[in-house]
């Protein structure tokens, strides 16, 4: 059995959030085919629980803290560096003796960096096979930042974060054997953006638990008899998920509550910002914090909302609440990198005037609607076993001049470890 250095940003454990559910199933299949050495940060204290779940899967773990404050710190001395504040985040001194050590005793060949963050790890570790999986075009979600930015300064720091990482992440591309990204969609833009190293540019989707998600389950509803229900899920101390409910909230739901006085709109998502516990202060608007299960609140909500106005990639929100038949209310930066189809019923589309009249349409329904065609298009497309079979592929093939994954096949996992 070989070995993989698997460096993570986050501790892929569990799959609660977008990050994480994709490494989450790395990891997984990691561990049934190589000895895993993972290095990874906590930086939320709820995850320190999730120690012993990991432990089991890997040979051997470096995990660092990394709390608000010492990324904050870290990110002021990258920025007195002249470096992306994304990668001074990761500085640390301690993982990085750990993969200095690491590399000296063992003879490890290959290394799959998760997020770019912890890429300079390896960056001078040119005898291994390197992978990098970008997940997104971060660089350009900070550039997104930028345009939504109110004031002067915070705009200046997104617009250098975002040229200082689009630098970084070329850097990367044109080092590594390959780098990876969540959509196909998402991976055509990179080659774009580094046509140079088009060749070992791929795009492997997210899949979809099919069991987890599965709208047969029964569940009691968490909502009060009589409510009519349009709910977001997601982490809501993520920036972009911030904008997007606060947008909703401003801009479609007075739309919507002066038709409907039995509406309501719940926000639902652990470690909500003092901006997103404000609008629990308006009429019709909920916000739940962190649940112990959100399945429920997609199950007897009338419509999902998707409005994320800063995204890239695919969301996991979107799939899940396809897999769930729920009606999705969505914008289009929501619904990138998922191709649409016949069935799907609600809207995508940036107008708040379309989105509220969407939303009436169903809440106006006897009871909450389901959409089996969306369960069954989400998982045709993203099937989490075709997905990590690609990716395997990836990882076995990755070295200059190798046969791109689309020529590879299934014949390449007869290769690997």
Same mark, same amino acid.
């Given at each position: 059995?070989?070995?993989?250095?698997?460096?993570?940003?986050?501790?892929?454990?569990?799959?609660?959030?977008?990050?994480?559910?994709?490494?989450? +199933?790395? =990891?997984?299949?990691?561990?049934?085919?190589?000895?895993?050495?993972?290095?990874?940060?906590?930086?939320?204290?709820?995850?320190?629980?999730?120690?012993?779940?990991?432990?089991?899967?890997?040979?051997?773990?470096?995990?660092?803290?990394?709390?608000?404050?010492?990324?904050?710190?870290?990110? %002021?001395?990258?920025?007195?560096?002249?470096? &992306?504040?994304?990668?001074?985040?990761?500085?640390?001194?301690?993982?990085?003796?750990?993969?200095?050590?690491?590399?000296?005793?063992?003879?490890?060949?290959?290394?799959?960096?998760? @997020?770019?963050?912890?890429?300079?790890?390896?960056?001078? +570790?040119?005898?291994?096979?390197?992978?990098?999986?970008? /997940?997104?075009?971060? @660089?350009?979600?900070w550039h997104q930042y930028a345009q939504q930015a109110r004031g002067g300064v915070k705009r200046m720091l997104y617009r250098r974060e975002a040229r200082r990482? &689009?630098?970084?992440?070329?850097?990367?591309?044109?080092?590594?054997?390959? @780098?990876?990204?969540?959509?196909?969609?998402?991976?055509?833009?990179?080659?774009?953006?580094?046509?140079? @190293?088009?060749?070992?540019?791929?795009?492997?989707?997210?899949? #979809?638990?099919?069991?987890?998600?599965?709208?047969?389950?029964?569940?009691?509803?968490?909502?009060?008899?009589?409510?009519?229900?349009? /709910?977001?899920?997601?982490?809501?101390?993520?920036?972009?998920?911030?904008?997007?409910?606060?947008?909703?909230?401003?801009? *479609?739901?007075?739309?919507?509550?002066?038709r409907r006085q039995d509406a309501r709109f719940y926000i639902v998502g652990s470690r909500p910002t003092a901006a997103v516990r404000a609008l629990g202060q308006?009429?019709?608007?909920? #916000?739940?914090?962190?649940?112990?299960? *959100?399945?429920?609140?997609?199950? +007897?909500? +009338?419509?999902?909302?998707?409005? =994320?106005?800063?995204?890239?990639?695919?969301?996991?929100?979107?799939?899940?609440?396809?897999?769930?038949?729920? #009606? =999705?209310?969505?914008?289009?930066?929501?619904?990138?990198?998922?191709?649409?189809?016949?069935?799907? $019923?609600?809207?995508?589309?940036?107008?708040?005037? *379309?989105?509220? !009249?969407?939303?009436?349409?169903?809440?106006? &329904?006897?009871?909450?609607?389901? /959409?089996?065609?969306?369960?069954?298009?989400?998982?045709?497309?993203?099937?989490?076993?075709?997905? %990590?079979?690609?990716?395997?592929? #990836?990882?076995?093939? !990755? $070295?200059?001049?190798?046969?791109?994954?689309?020529?590879?096949?299934? !014949?390449?996992?007869?290769?690997?470890?």
């Amino acid at each position: 059995m070989q070995s993989v250095l698997f460096l993570c940003h986050r501790l892929p454990w569990p799959p609660s959030k977008g990050d994480k559910i994709r490494s989450y +199933h790395v =990891l997984q299949r990691l561990a049934e085919r190589y000895r895993v050495y993972l290095g990874t940060f906590v930086d939320d204290p709820a995850d320190w629980r999730h120690l012993a779940p990991v432990e089991a899967l890997c040979a051997e773990m470096c995990i660092r803290p990394l709390p608000p404050w010492r990324a904050g710190w870290r990110a %002021l001395a990258a920025l007195t560096r002249g470096e &992306a504040l994304t990668v001074g985040v990761y500085r640390d001194r301690v993982m990085r003796h750990w993969v200095e050590r690491l590399l000296a005793e063992h003879k490890l060949e290959l290394a799959l960096c998760y @997020s770019s963050g912890v890429a300079p790890f390896v960056m001078r +570790h040119t005898q291994l096979r390197r992978v990098m999986d970008f /997940v997104d075009v971060d @660089s350009d979600k900070w550039h997104q930042y930028a345009q939504q930015a109110r004031g002067g300064v915070k705009r200046m720091l997104y617009r250098r974060e975002a040229r200082r990482l &689009a630098e970084f992440e070329r850097t990367i591309a044109t080092q590594f054997d390959a @780098s990876v990204f969540v959509s196909e969609a998402e991976a055509a833009f990179f080659r774009h953006l580094v046509p140079e @190293s088009a060749g070992r540019v791929h795009g492997i989707p997210n899949g #979809v638990d099919a069991g987890y998600w599965d709208p047969q389950r029964a569940c009691s509803s968490p909502y009060r008899p009589g409510e009519r229900v349009v /709910v977001f899920v997601g982490a809501m101390d993520y920036s972009a998920n911030v904008d997007a409910v606060r947008w909703f909230a401003q801009e *479609v739901w007075p739309r919507i509550a002066a038709r409907r006085q039995d509406a309501r709109f719940y926000i639902v998502g652990s470690r909500p910002t003092a901006a997103v516990r404000a609008l629990g202060q308006l009429a019709g608007i909920t #916000v739940t914090g962190r649940v112990e299960d *959100v399945r429920p609140y997609l199950a +007897h909500a +009338h419509a999902v909302a998707a409005p =994320l106005r800063i995204a890239r990639g695919i969301q996991n929100k979107v799939l899940e609440a396809l897999a769930m038949e729920k #009606v =999705l209310l969505a914008t289009p930066a929501a619904y990138a990198g998922v191709a649409d189809f016949a069935g799907r $019923q609600g809207c995508i589309d940036e107008s708040p005037e *379309v989105m509220a !009249a969407e939303a009436l349409r169903w809440l106006d &329904a006897p009871q909450a609607v389901r /959409v089996p065609a969306a369960r069954a298009e989400v998982l045709s497309r993203h099937d989490w076993v075709r997905s %990590l079979d690609t990716y395997e592929n #990836v990882l076995c093939n !990755a $070295q200059s001049g190798a046969a791109s994954v689309e020529t590879v096949g299934t !014949a390449g996992l007869e290769a690997c470890p």
